[in-house]
Protein backbone atom coordinates (compact mmCIF):
# COMPACT_ATOMS: atom_id res chain seq x y z
CA UNK A 1 0.00 0.00 0.00
CA UNK A 2 1.62 3.22 -0.80
CA UNK A 3 0.69 7.14 -1.38
CA UNK A 4 2.72 9.01 -3.33
CA UNK A 5 2.66 12.65 -4.25
CA UNK A 6 4.34 14.30 -6.91
CA UNK A 7 4.21 17.38 -9.04
CA UNK A 8 1.67 16.14 -11.60
CA UNK A 9 -0.54 14.98 -8.54
CA UNK A 10 -1.36 12.79 -5.28
CA UNK A 11 -2.08 9.08 -6.09
CA UNK A 12 -2.29 6.07 -3.35
CA UNK A 13 -4.17 3.18 -2.59
CA UNK A 14 -7.49 3.60 -0.87
CA UNK A 15 -8.26 2.62 2.52
CA UNK A 16 -5.23 2.41 5.47
CA UNK A 17 -3.66 4.76 7.17
CA UNK A 18 -3.60 8.65 6.91
CA UNK A 19 -0.64 9.93 4.56
CA UNK A 20 0.55 6.27 4.32
CA UNK A 21 -2.59 5.80 1.66
CA UNK A 22 -5.19 8.10 -0.17
CA UNK A 23 -7.69 8.48 2.51
CA UNK A 24 -10.56 10.43 2.31
CA UNK A 25 -8.58 12.91 4.72
CA UNK A 26 -5.46 12.94 2.07
CA UNK A 27 -7.76 13.44 -0.73
CA UNK A 28 -9.63 16.11 0.86
CA UNK A 29 -6.36 18.09 1.78
CA UNK A 30 -5.19 17.76 -1.46
CA UNK A 31 -8.07 19.29 -3.42
CA UNK A 32 -8.05 21.50 -0.91
CA UNK A 33 -4.55 22.52 -1.59
CA UNK A 34 -4.97 22.55 -5.48
CA UNK A 35 -8.18 24.92 -4.46
CA UNK A 36 -6.10 27.12 -2.72
CA UNK A 37 -3.40 27.79 -5.40
CA UNK A 38 -5.88 28.16 -7.94
CA UNK A 39 -7.74 31.16 -5.60
CA UNK A 40 -3.65 32.24 -5.41
CA UNK A 41 -3.54 32.46 -9.54
CA UNK A 42 -6.80 34.41 -9.91
CA UNK A 43 -7.77 37.67 -9.03
CA UNK A 44 -11.71 36.95 -10.01
CA UNK A 45 -14.16 36.19 -7.48
CA UNK A 46 -16.11 33.55 -8.86
CA UNK A 47 -13.75 30.37 -10.15
CA UNK A 48 -15.35 26.86 -11.58
CA UNK A 49 -13.61 23.48 -11.84
CA UNK A 50 -14.88 20.52 -13.87
CA UNK A 51 -14.54 17.24 -12.24
CA UNK A 52 -15.25 13.82 -14.07
CA UNK A 53 -13.68 10.39 -13.04
CA UNK A 54 -12.97 6.78 -14.67
CA UNK A 55 -15.25 3.71 -13.76
CA UNK A 56 -13.08 3.13 -10.64
CA UNK A 57 -15.05 1.44 -7.53
CA UNK A 58 -13.61 4.41 -5.15
CA UNK A 59 -13.88 6.81 -8.09
CA UNK A 60 -17.23 8.67 -6.81
CA UNK A 61 -16.43 8.41 -3.07
CA UNK A 62 -13.31 10.30 -3.94
CA UNK A 63 -15.11 12.37 -6.37
CA UNK A 64 -17.61 13.46 -3.40
CA UNK A 65 -15.14 14.55 -1.24
CA UNK A 66 -13.09 16.56 -3.61
CA UNK A 67 -16.28 18.36 -4.97
CA UNK A 68 -17.44 19.14 -1.31
CA UNK A 69 -13.76 20.19 -0.49
CA UNK A 70 -14.06 22.43 -3.52
CA UNK A 71 -17.23 23.77 -3.19
CA UNK A 72 -15.76 24.90 1.16
CA UNK A 73 -13.43 26.98 -0.32
CA UNK A 74 -15.93 28.80 -2.32
CA UNK A 75 -15.05 27.28 -6.10
CA UNK A 76 -17.92 26.34 -7.58
CA UNK A 77 -17.88 22.45 -9.23
CA UNK A 78 -19.20 21.09 -12.78
CA UNK A 79 -19.20 17.01 -12.26
CA UNK A 80 -19.64 15.44 -15.13
CA UNK A 81 -19.66 12.39 -14.09
CA UNK A 82 -18.25 8.99 -15.66
CA UNK A 83 -15.76 10.19 -18.13
CA UNK A 84 -12.14 10.06 -19.50
CA UNK A 85 -9.18 11.80 -19.20
CA UNK A 86 -9.16 13.60 -22.61
CA UNK A 87 -12.92 14.34 -21.87
CA UNK A 88 -12.36 16.59 -18.86
CA UNK A 89 -9.55 18.43 -20.55
CA UNK A 90 -11.49 19.14 -23.61
CA UNK A 91 -14.46 19.79 -21.46
CA UNK A 92 -12.45 22.92 -19.46
CA UNK A 93 -11.71 24.62 -22.46
CA UNK A 94 -15.07 23.96 -24.30
CA UNK A 95 -16.73 25.99 -20.72
CA UNK A 96 -13.39 28.30 -20.61
CA UNK A 97 -13.49 27.34 -16.65
CA UNK A 98 -10.64 27.94 -14.62
CA UNK A 99 -9.47 23.93 -14.16
CA UNK A 100 -10.33 20.40 -14.08
CA UNK A 101 -9.67 17.30 -11.48
CA UNK A 102 -9.80 13.81 -13.10
CA UNK A 103 -10.08 10.95 -10.41
CA UNK A 104 -8.32 8.24 -11.82
CA UNK A 105 -5.14 6.16 -11.20
CA UNK A 106 -4.97 5.54 -14.75
CA UNK A 107 -3.43 2.30 -15.51
CA UNK A 108 -2.82 1.08 -12.19
CA UNK A 109 -4.70 -1.85 -10.79
CA UNK A 110 -8.39 -1.36 -9.20
CA UNK A 111 -7.05 -0.64 -5.44
CA UNK A 112 -5.40 2.45 -6.49
CA UNK A 113 -6.85 5.94 -7.67
CA UNK A 114 -5.69 9.06 -7.63
CA UNK A 115 -6.42 13.45 -8.39
CA UNK A 116 -5.02 14.65 -11.90
CA UNK A 117 -5.11 18.51 -11.74
CA UNK A 118 -5.57 20.68 -15.12
CA UNK A 119 -4.93 24.36 -15.40
CA UNK A 120 -7.54 26.73 -17.28
CA UNK A 121 -6.27 25.33 -21.07
CA UNK A 122 -7.18 21.88 -19.92
CA UNK A 123 -3.42 20.80 -19.64
CA UNK A 124 -1.43 19.37 -16.36
CA UNK A 125 0.01 21.77 -14.29
CA UNK A 126 3.95 22.29 -14.74
CA UNK A 127 6.35 21.45 -12.05
CA UNK A 128 6.56 25.11 -10.87
CA UNK A 129 2.57 25.29 -10.14
CA UNK A 130 2.89 21.35 -8.79
CA UNK A 131 5.52 22.38 -6.28
CA UNK A 132 3.24 25.03 -5.03
CA UNK A 133 0.52 22.88 -4.45
CA UNK A 134 2.20 20.54 -2.18
CA UNK A 135 3.80 23.35 -0.40
CA UNK A 136 0.27 24.43 0.87
CA UNK A 137 -0.77 20.16 1.67
CA UNK A 138 2.39 19.93 3.50
CA UNK A 139 1.61 23.56 5.33
CA UNK A 140 -1.93 22.82 5.62
CA UNK A 141 -2.52 26.32 4.88
CA UNK A 142 -6.44 26.46 4.42
CA UNK A 143 -8.75 29.17 4.51
CA UNK A 144 -12.13 28.05 3.79
CA UNK A 145 -15.23 29.91 2.66
CA UNK A 146 -17.78 31.47 4.86
CA UNK A 147 -21.49 30.18 4.71
CA UNK A 148 -22.37 32.71 2.12
CA UNK A 149 -19.68 32.47 0.28
CA UNK A 150 -19.90 28.75 -1.00
CA UNK A 151 -19.20 27.23 -4.29
CA UNK A 152 -21.75 26.11 -6.46
CA UNK A 153 -22.32 22.33 -7.14
CA UNK A 154 -23.72 21.31 -10.55
CA UNK A 155 -23.32 18.19 -12.26
CA UNK A 156 -23.88 17.89 -16.41
CA UNK A 157 -24.33 14.99 -18.58
CA UNK A 158 -23.04 14.89 -22.31
CA UNK A 159 -19.46 15.55 -22.28
CA UNK A 160 -17.92 12.72 -23.51
CA UNK A 161 -20.58 12.83 -27.08
CA UNK A 162 -19.26 16.80 -27.08
CA UNK A 163 -15.67 15.42 -27.08
CA UNK A 164 -16.79 13.05 -29.84
CA UNK A 165 -17.94 15.60 -32.36
CA UNK A 166 -15.06 18.09 -31.29
CA UNK A 167 -13.09 14.68 -32.50
CA UNK A 168 -15.62 14.44 -35.37
CA UNK A 169 -14.82 18.11 -36.76
CA UNK A 170 -10.99 17.33 -37.34
CA UNK A 171 -9.87 17.96 -40.66
CA UNK A 172 -7.79 15.12 -40.93
CA UNK A 173 -10.34 12.39 -39.77
CA UNK A 174 -12.05 11.50 -42.85
CA UNK A 175 -15.51 10.12 -41.83
CA UNK A 176 -16.80 9.10 -45.11
CA UNK A 177 -13.27 7.57 -46.19
CA UNK A 178 -13.96 5.26 -43.11
CA UNK A 179 -17.60 4.34 -43.34
CA UNK A 180 -16.87 3.37 -47.04
CA UNK A 181 -14.17 1.02 -45.15
CA UNK A 182 -16.88 -0.60 -43.28
CA UNK A 183 -13.93 -2.06 -40.60
CA UNK A 184 -14.79 -4.61 -37.90
CA UNK A 185 -13.47 -3.30 -34.58
CA UNK A 186 -13.06 -5.07 -31.48
CA UNK A 187 -12.73 -3.17 -28.07
CA UNK A 188 -11.47 -3.47 -24.77
CA UNK A 189 -12.15 -0.83 -22.37
CA UNK A 190 -10.93 -2.64 -19.23
CA UNK A 191 -14.92 -2.02 -18.18
CA UNK A 192 -14.19 1.60 -17.59
CA UNK A 193 -15.27 4.35 -19.30
CA UNK A 194 -13.33 3.91 -22.47
CA UNK A 195 -16.71 1.15 -23.16
CA UNK A 196 -18.84 3.98 -23.23
CA UNK A 197 -16.39 6.68 -25.88
CA UNK A 198 -14.81 4.49 -27.84
CA UNK A 199 -17.61 2.15 -29.21
CA UNK A 200 -20.13 5.96 -29.49
CA UNK A 201 -17.56 7.01 -31.53
CA UNK A 202 -17.06 4.24 -33.43
CA UNK A 203 -20.55 4.23 -33.84
CA UNK A 204 -20.61 7.40 -35.28
CA UNK A 205 -17.81 6.75 -37.85
CA UNK A 206 -20.12 3.54 -38.91
CA UNK A 207 -17.99 0.83 -37.55
CA UNK A 208 -19.30 -2.11 -36.75
CA UNK A 209 -17.99 -2.85 -32.61
CA UNK A 210 -17.60 -5.65 -31.09
CA UNK A 211 -17.31 -5.16 -27.26
CA UNK A 212 -15.30 -7.39 -24.86
CA UNK A 213 -14.81 -5.78 -21.15
CA UNK A 214 -17.28 -2.30 -21.93
CA UNK A 215 -19.16 -2.67 -18.87
CA UNK A 216 -18.37 0.73 -16.40
CA UNK A 217 -18.18 -0.68 -13.48
CA UNK A 218 -14.49 -0.29 -12.17
CA UNK A 219 -14.57 -4.44 -12.69
CA UNK A 220 -11.51 -4.52 -14.00
CA UNK A 221 -10.97 -7.80 -15.64
CA UNK A 222 -7.18 -8.12 -16.37
CA UNK A 223 -4.41 -6.29 -15.28
CA UNK A 224 -5.22 -3.04 -16.48
CA UNK A 225 -2.19 -1.69 -18.30
CA UNK A 226 -2.24 -2.27 -21.92
CA UNK A 227 0.44 -4.83 -22.15
CA UNK A 228 0.73 -7.76 -24.11
CA UNK A 229 0.30 -10.12 -21.48
CA UNK A 230 -2.42 -8.82 -20.09
CA UNK A 231 -4.38 -8.79 -23.72
CA UNK A 232 -4.69 -12.27 -24.14
CA UNK A 233 -8.40 -12.11 -24.72
CA UNK A 234 -9.11 -9.63 -27.03
CA UNK A 235 -6.46 -11.14 -29.13
CA UNK A 236 -8.22 -14.48 -29.47
CA UNK A 237 -11.63 -12.42 -29.85
CA UNK A 238 -10.18 -10.34 -32.88
CA UNK A 239 -9.37 -13.68 -34.82
CA UNK A 240 -12.70 -15.32 -33.90
CA UNK A 241 -14.68 -12.31 -35.01
CA UNK A 242 -12.64 -11.95 -37.89
CA UNK A 243 -12.32 -8.63 -37.26
CA UNK A 244 -9.54 -5.95 -38.95
CA UNK A 245 -8.33 -5.11 -35.97
CA UNK A 246 -8.56 -4.77 -31.83
CA UNK A 247 -8.34 -1.38 -29.71
CA UNK A 248 -7.23 -1.45 -26.20
CA UNK A 249 -7.59 1.43 -23.97
CA UNK A 250 -6.44 1.63 -19.99
CA UNK A 251 -8.72 2.87 -17.71
CA UNK A 252 -8.83 7.10 -18.60
CA UNK A 253 -8.63 6.11 -21.88
CA UNK A 254 -5.37 8.44 -22.97
CA UNK A 255 -3.14 5.37 -24.01
CA UNK A 256 -4.12 3.44 -26.84
CA UNK A 257 -3.09 -0.15 -28.06
CA UNK A 258 -3.84 -1.58 -31.40
CA UNK A 259 -4.46 -5.48 -31.83
CA UNK A 260 -3.61 -6.60 -35.94
CA UNK A 261 -6.29 -9.21 -37.84
CA UNK A 262 -3.83 -12.44 -37.09
CA UNK A 263 -4.19 -11.05 -33.05
CA UNK A 264 -0.86 -9.89 -32.68
CA UNK A 265 0.26 -6.94 -30.99
CA UNK A 266 0.51 -4.01 -33.20
CA UNK A 267 2.87 -2.47 -30.45
CA UNK A 268 1.65 0.19 -28.38
CA UNK A 269 4.95 2.06 -29.44
CA UNK A 270 3.62 2.08 -33.36
CA UNK A 271 0.73 3.56 -32.31
CA UNK A 272 2.18 6.86 -32.19
CA UNK A 273 4.18 6.45 -34.97
CA UNK A 274 0.73 5.16 -37.38
CA UNK A 275 -1.41 8.20 -36.74
CA UNK A 276 2.26 10.44 -37.28
CA UNK A 277 2.93 8.85 -40.36
CA UNK A 278 -0.44 9.56 -41.58
CA UNK A 279 -0.80 13.34 -40.10
CA UNK A 280 2.66 14.40 -41.58
CA UNK A 281 0.87 12.28 -44.80
CA UNK A 282 -1.26 15.18 -45.19
CA UNK A 283 0.61 18.37 -43.62
CA UNK A 284 4.29 18.77 -43.39
CA UNK A 285 5.39 19.18 -39.94
CA UNK A 286 7.65 18.49 -37.41
CA UNK A 287 7.19 15.52 -34.08
CA UNK A 288 7.93 15.21 -30.55
CA UNK A 289 8.22 12.49 -27.76
CA UNK A 290 9.96 11.70 -25.16
CA UNK A 291 13.18 10.36 -24.84
CA UNK A 292 12.44 6.96 -23.55
CA UNK A 293 10.19 6.55 -26.87
CA UNK A 294 10.75 4.45 -29.90
CA UNK A 295 13.13 5.85 -32.83
CA UNK A 296 10.59 4.71 -35.40
CA UNK A 297 8.82 7.83 -35.04
CA UNK A 298 11.73 9.82 -35.69
CA UNK A 299 12.58 7.65 -38.82
CA UNK A 300 9.14 8.09 -40.24
CA UNK A 301 9.15 12.34 -39.75
CA UNK A 302 12.73 12.22 -41.44
CA UNK A 303 10.46 10.44 -44.21
CA UNK A 304 8.44 12.79 -44.64
CA UNK A 305 10.68 15.55 -44.54
CA UNK A 306 10.22 17.00 -40.72
CA UNK A 307 12.30 17.00 -37.96
CA UNK A 308 11.85 15.15 -35.00
CA UNK A 309 12.91 16.19 -31.31
CA UNK A 310 13.02 14.54 -27.84
CA UNK A 311 12.00 16.11 -24.42
CA UNK A 312 12.43 14.90 -20.74
CA UNK A 313 9.72 11.49 -19.84
CA UNK A 314 6.52 13.54 -18.63
CA UNK A 315 3.65 14.44 -20.80
CA UNK A 316 3.78 18.35 -19.60
CA UNK A 317 7.46 17.98 -20.87
CA UNK A 318 6.16 16.48 -23.87
CA UNK A 319 3.75 19.42 -24.60
CA UNK A 320 6.31 22.14 -23.57
CA UNK A 321 8.39 20.75 -26.42
CA UNK A 322 5.50 20.61 -29.03
CA UNK A 323 4.70 24.15 -27.98
CA UNK A 324 8.19 25.60 -28.54
CA UNK A 325 8.66 23.54 -31.98
CA UNK A 326 5.22 24.13 -33.04
CA UNK A 327 5.16 20.27 -33.45
CA UNK A 328 2.25 19.17 -35.60
CA UNK A 329 1.78 16.04 -33.57
CA UNK A 330 3.38 14.10 -31.14
CA UNK A 331 3.08 11.87 -28.18
CA UNK A 332 4.53 8.80 -25.67
CA UNK A 333 5.48 5.71 -26.51
CA UNK A 334 3.06 4.34 -24.24
CA UNK A 335 0.23 4.51 -26.54
CA UNK A 336 -0.29 8.29 -26.01
CA UNK A 337 -1.26 10.81 -29.01
CA UNK A 338 -0.97 14.33 -28.31
CA UNK A 339 -2.75 16.24 -31.32
CA UNK A 340 -2.37 19.72 -31.05
CA UNK A 341 -5.43 20.65 -33.61
CA UNK A 342 -7.36 19.01 -30.78
CA UNK A 343 -5.77 19.82 -27.69
CA UNK A 344 -2.64 19.19 -25.84
CA UNK A 345 -3.13 15.94 -23.90
CA UNK A 346 -2.95 12.27 -24.76
CA UNK A 347 -6.18 11.29 -26.51
CA UNK A 348 -7.36 7.36 -27.42
CA UNK A 349 -10.33 9.17 -29.25
CA UNK A 350 -8.14 11.02 -31.39
CA UNK A 351 -6.08 8.47 -31.81
CA UNK A 352 -8.54 6.23 -33.35
CA UNK A 353 -9.82 8.45 -35.45
CA UNK A 354 -6.65 9.35 -36.75
CA UNK A 355 -5.37 5.20 -37.11
CA UNK A 356 -8.80 4.65 -38.66
CA UNK A 357 -8.42 7.43 -41.27
CA UNK A 358 -4.66 5.92 -42.06
CA UNK A 359 -5.69 2.93 -42.31
CA UNK A 360 -8.92 3.37 -44.43
CA UNK A 361 -6.81 5.50 -47.15
CA UNK A 362 -3.91 2.80 -47.06
CA UNK A 363 -6.41 0.20 -48.09
CA UNK A 364 -4.36 -2.15 -46.50
CA UNK A 365 -4.52 -4.67 -43.38
CA UNK A 366 -3.61 -3.64 -40.29
CA UNK A 367 -0.77 -6.10 -40.72
CA UNK A 368 0.82 -5.12 -43.90
CA UNK A 369 0.38 -1.64 -42.08
CA UNK A 370 2.53 -2.36 -39.05
CA UNK A 371 5.21 -3.93 -41.25
CA UNK A 372 5.60 -1.18 -43.50
CA UNK A 373 7.19 0.41 -40.78
CA UNK A 374 11.04 0.05 -39.25
CA UNK A 375 11.51 -2.84 -36.43
CA UNK A 376 12.47 -1.50 -32.95
CA UNK A 377 12.39 -3.71 -30.08
CA UNK A 378 12.40 -2.56 -26.57
CA UNK A 379 14.10 -4.00 -23.29
CA UNK A 380 13.05 -2.15 -20.00
CA UNK A 381 14.62 -3.37 -17.02
CA UNK A 382 16.17 -1.57 -13.68
CA UNK A 383 19.27 -1.78 -10.85
CA UNK A 384 18.24 -1.46 -7.08
CA UNK A 385 20.83 0.30 -5.18
CA UNK A 386 21.71 1.02 -1.09
CA UNK A 387 20.09 4.00 0.00
CA UNK A 388 23.46 5.25 0.69
CA UNK A 389 24.62 5.20 -2.97
CA UNK A 390 24.29 8.67 -4.34
CA UNK A 391 22.39 7.86 -8.06
CA UNK A 392 22.85 11.12 -9.62
CA UNK A 393 26.79 10.33 -9.10
CA UNK A 394 27.00 6.99 -10.66
CA UNK A 395 24.73 8.47 -13.78
CA UNK A 396 27.57 11.15 -14.04
CA UNK A 397 30.00 8.52 -14.03
CA UNK A 398 28.43 7.12 -17.09
CA UNK A 399 28.25 10.82 -19.02
CA UNK A 400 31.83 10.76 -18.36
CA UNK A 401 32.52 7.16 -19.49
CA UNK A 402 30.27 7.98 -22.38
CA UNK A 403 31.05 11.70 -23.21
CA UNK A 404 32.20 10.71 -26.77
CA UNK A 405 29.07 10.06 -27.54
CA UNK A 406 27.59 13.06 -26.99
CA UNK A 407 24.87 12.12 -24.20
CA UNK A 408 21.29 14.01 -23.62
CA UNK A 409 21.34 14.77 -20.31
CA UNK A 410 17.67 16.39 -19.90
CA UNK A 411 16.35 13.48 -18.38
CA UNK A 412 19.05 11.10 -16.50
CA UNK A 413 21.34 9.88 -19.25
CA UNK A 414 19.86 8.81 -23.17
CA UNK A 415 23.20 7.78 -25.03
CA UNK A 416 22.72 7.16 -29.01
CA UNK A 417 24.16 4.90 -30.87
CA UNK A 418 23.94 3.44 -34.33
CA UNK A 419 21.95 1.04 -34.14
CA UNK A 420 20.53 0.99 -30.56
CA UNK A 421 20.03 3.94 -27.76
CA UNK A 422 20.19 3.45 -23.85
CA UNK A 423 18.23 6.08 -21.50
CA UNK A 424 19.16 5.86 -18.08
CA UNK A 425 16.72 7.59 -15.10
CA UNK A 426 16.71 7.71 -11.53
CA UNK A 427 13.40 7.12 -9.80
CA UNK A 428 11.92 9.96 -7.82
CA UNK A 429 10.67 7.66 -5.00
CA UNK A 430 13.55 5.03 -4.54
CA UNK A 431 17.12 4.01 -4.91
CA UNK A 432 16.71 2.90 -8.27
CA UNK A 433 17.94 3.26 -11.82
CA UNK A 434 15.46 2.62 -14.86
CA UNK A 435 17.22 1.20 -17.89
CA UNK A 436 15.20 1.44 -21.01
CA UNK A 437 17.04 -0.06 -24.42
CA UNK A 438 16.20 -0.02 -27.90
CA UNK A 439 17.78 -2.02 -30.61
CA UNK A 440 16.88 -3.97 -34.08
CA UNK A 441 16.20 -7.58 -32.23
CA UNK A 442 15.34 -7.95 -28.82
CA UNK A 443 18.16 -9.95 -28.10
CA UNK A 444 20.50 -6.97 -28.79
CA UNK A 445 18.09 -4.66 -26.72
CA UNK A 446 18.11 -7.02 -23.79
CA UNK A 447 22.15 -7.56 -24.22
CA UNK A 448 22.65 -3.24 -24.25
CA UNK A 449 20.70 -3.49 -20.68
CA UNK A 450 22.72 -6.13 -19.36
CA UNK A 451 25.92 -4.74 -20.30
CA UNK A 452 25.23 -1.36 -18.91
CA UNK A 453 23.76 -3.08 -15.75
CA UNK A 454 27.36 -4.56 -15.68
CA UNK A 455 28.56 -1.39 -16.19
CA UNK A 456 26.81 0.46 -13.52
CA UNK A 457 27.80 -2.63 -10.75
CA UNK A 458 31.19 -1.99 -11.77
CA UNK A 459 31.42 1.56 -11.31
CA UNK A 460 30.12 1.20 -8.00
Known amino acids: MALIKSISGIRGTIGGVVNENLTPVNAVKFAAAYGMWLKSENSNQSLTVIIGRDARISGEMISNLVSNTLTGLGINVVDIGLSTTPTVEVAVTLDKVDGGIIITASHNPKQWNALKLLNHKGEFLNAEAGEKI????EDENFLFAEVDDLGKYEKKEGYIEKHIDEVLKLALVDVEAIKKANFKVVVDAVNSTGGIAIPSLLEKLGVECVKLYCEPNGHFPHNPEPLKEHLTDISELVVTEKADFGIVVDPDVDRL??????????GEEYTLVACADYVLGKIKGDTVSNLSSSRALRDITLKHGGKYQASAVGEVNVVELMKSTSAIIGGEGNGGIIYPASHYGRDSLVGTALFLSHLA?????????RESYPDYYMSKSKIELTPEINVDEVLEKIIQKFK???PNCIDGVKIDFDEEWVHLRKSNTEPIIRIYTESKSQKNADELAEKFISIIENLL
Open 134 to 137: LKIA
Open 257 to 266: AIICEDGSMF
Open 361 to 369: HQKISCKTL
Open 404 to 406: NEN
